[in-house]
């Protein structure tokens, strides 16, 4: 089922989760770069929409689940930032579980790189323009921020990218 579908349909929550659930989970990986925490955080998310569900079910489920999700991956963000992880073992054992490095100019490499190390909402604002294809207003209702705002952060993430791109050339 389409995002258009869900939009005015008469659907279960189970339908919904069914529905959207690879959309969203792609999202918050985006997002978080980390597929344990994006399902993590996913799930969270489904379950603050099951909580408000006969309130969100009449509009737009999956954009209320997708603001969610935005707010949930900043907010791990932001904890991420006060609270440096140290990774138990040796580092033999850390790369072999984190897996080969990524190589420059594979996708997954560098501009895996350049977004991870966007601000949040930057990122944010570039998941939801560019992999889920909302519109400025869609992304601003959505992080709760004007368009004037979805606008600067989109030249400022548009920029940093350009800017790394062309140091990846010199």
């Not at 850390?94 to 977004?115: C, F, H, M, N, S």
């Not at 944010?124 to 992080?143: F, K, N, P, S």
């Not at 921020?145 to 940093?160: D, N």
């Amino acid at each position: 089922m389409s995002a258009q579908e869900i939009r005015g349909a008469e659907i279960t929550f189970d339908e919904f989760v069914t529905a959207t659930a690879g959309r969203l989970l792609r999202t918050a990986v985006f997002l978080v770069y980390d597929r344990h925490l994006a399902e993590d955080l996913l799930q969270t998310a489904y379950e603050r929409v099951a909580r408000k569900w006969k309130r969100v079910s009449g509009g737009n489920p999956e954009a209320y689940a997708r603001r969610v999700l935005v707010n949930l991956a900043i907010d791990e963000n932001k904890r991420r930032a006060r609270r440096r992880d140290t990774p138990v073992g040796s580092v033999a054992d850390v790369e072999r579980l984190a897996g080969p490095p990524p190589v420059a100019g594979v996708a997954g490499g560098e501009l895996d790189e350049v977004l991870r190390a966007l601000p949040a909402k930057q990122r944010a604002v570039v998941v939801l323009r560019y992999w889920c294809d909302l519109g400025e207003q869609e992304i601003a209702e959505t992080l709760g921020i004007s368009r004037g705002t979805v606008k600067s952060h989109t030249a400022r993430a548009m920029a940093a990218l350009r800017e790394h791109m062309k140091e990846g050339r010199a």
